[in-house]
């Protein structure tokens, strides 16, 4: 399975994005199914790779149907190291309350897919995931 210039160089953008200041460090925690209703979209299906915005990314709902790129850093507490190597993209649809135990509160099925579930909260770098990147 070759890899062509374009996906390479989509990589190479999000590698180079992703360690410019417009990256932020916060922390990830999840919730499970049902994942609707939604704060953005009722009962729409938004599918599995979703996520709820904190206070910190909320934005009076200005964060709705923003994609991020979430990257597992570490634990955080003293838990066995809980990242795995790849990073999800989700979707903000939701809202997580004050008190939120995350910046964001990714799905499980996202969570899932950088971290082991057990680890409950993890530490991740995010950023804004832009769809002009895909042309
Ligand atoms: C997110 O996580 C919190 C726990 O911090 C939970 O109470 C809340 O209902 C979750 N859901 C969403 C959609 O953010
Ligand atoms: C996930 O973490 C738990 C608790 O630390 C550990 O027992 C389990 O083996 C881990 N699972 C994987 C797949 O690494």
Same mark, same amino acid.
């Given at each position: 399975?070759?890899?062509?210039?374009?996906?390479?160089?989509?990589?190479?953008?999000?590698?180079?994005?992703?360690?410019?200041?417009? #990256?932020?460090?916060?922390?990830?925690?999840?919730?499970?199914?049902?994942?609707?209703?939604?704060?953005? %979209?009722?009962?729409?299906?938004?599918?599995?790779?979703?996520?709820?915005?904190?206070?910190?990314?909320? %934005?009076?709902?200005?964060? =709705?149907?923003?994609?991020?790129?979430?990257?597992?850093?570490?634990? #955080?507490?003293?838990?066995?190291?809980? =990242?795995?190597?790849?990073?999800?993209?989700?979707?903000?649809?939701?809202? =997580?309350?004050?008190? =939120?135990?995350?910046?964001? %509160?990714?799905?499980?099925?996202?969570?899932?897919?950088?971290? %082991?579930?057990?680890?409950?909260?993890?530490?991740?770098?995010?950023?804004?995931?832009?769809?002009?990147?895909?042309?």
């Amino acid at each position: 399975m070759g890899i062509n210039a374009p996906v390479l160089l989509t990589f190479v953008t999000i590698i180079c994005f992703a360690s410019t200041s417009y #990256t932020f460090q916060g922390t990830a925690s999840f919730y499970k199914p049902p994942y609707v209703p939604s704060a953005c %979209n009722g009962y729409r299906d938004d599918g599995i790779f979703i996520a709820g915005a904190s206070d910190a990314l909320w %934005n009076n709902g200005a964060a =709705c149907g923003k994609d991020y790129l979430v990257h597992c850093t570490g634990a #955080t507490n003293q838990a066995p190291q809980p =990242c795995k190597s790849k990073a999800v993209r989700v979707r903000i649809v939701d809202y =997580c309350p004050k008190g =939120c135990s995350g910046t964001i %509160n990714l799905s499980e099925d996202a969570f899932s897919m950088i971290a %082991n579930l057990s680890a409950g909260v993890i530490k991740v770098d995010y950023a804004e995931y832009y769809k002009k990147w895909e042309n």
